[in-house]
């Protein structure tokens, strides 16, 4: 049997809530791809910034590569059951908008205008953009 090597974790963003030193599952959604650079939600319902390299789902075997976060790699074989993962964090008002969220006190849609705004500045030399 070979070894798989590990994957690498999501990119860094100040404004990303997933934990940066593991890759996360970001799930499809019908009408959507998750875009390159830009924040999305994870399977551990965090959000992380969308990595240039495709990753692969589990393999026929249901075993996923060293380095995926272990609560995503859970909420996939929950969503296999047709079931979700409770999200305990307490919800609070955003700070910026005062719209309810679990993401540390900034809403996805807030931290998503924060994340371009500082990618942009991050990445100005060389035009990656979100």
């Not at 593991?22 to 499809?28: I, K, Q, S, V």
């Not at 791809?33 to 026929?60: D, F, I, K, M, W």
């Not at 919800?91 to 540390?104: A, E, F, K, P, Q």
């Amino acid at each position: 049997m070979t070894e798989v090597a590990p994957v690498t974790p999501n990119p860094f963003s100040p404004y990303a809530t997933a934990d940066p030193n593991t890759r996360h599952l970001l799930p499809g959604f019908t009408f959507a791809s998750p875009q390159l650079g830009h924040l999305a939600p994870t399977g551990c319902n965090r959000l992380a910034v969308v990595p240039t390299s495709p990753l692969r789902t589990a393999s026929e075997d249901n075993t996923f590569p060293p380095g995926i976060c272990e609560t995503c790699i859970a909420a996939w074989y929950a969503a296999q059951r047709g079931e979700e993962l409770r999200d305990d964090r307490p919800l609070v008002d955003c700070r910026d908008c005062g719209s309810l969220t679990r993401h540390d006190g900034l809403c996805a849609m807030c931290r998503q205008d924060e994340h371009e705004a500082w990618w942009a500045r991050e990445h100005a030399t060389t035009g990656l953009k979100p």
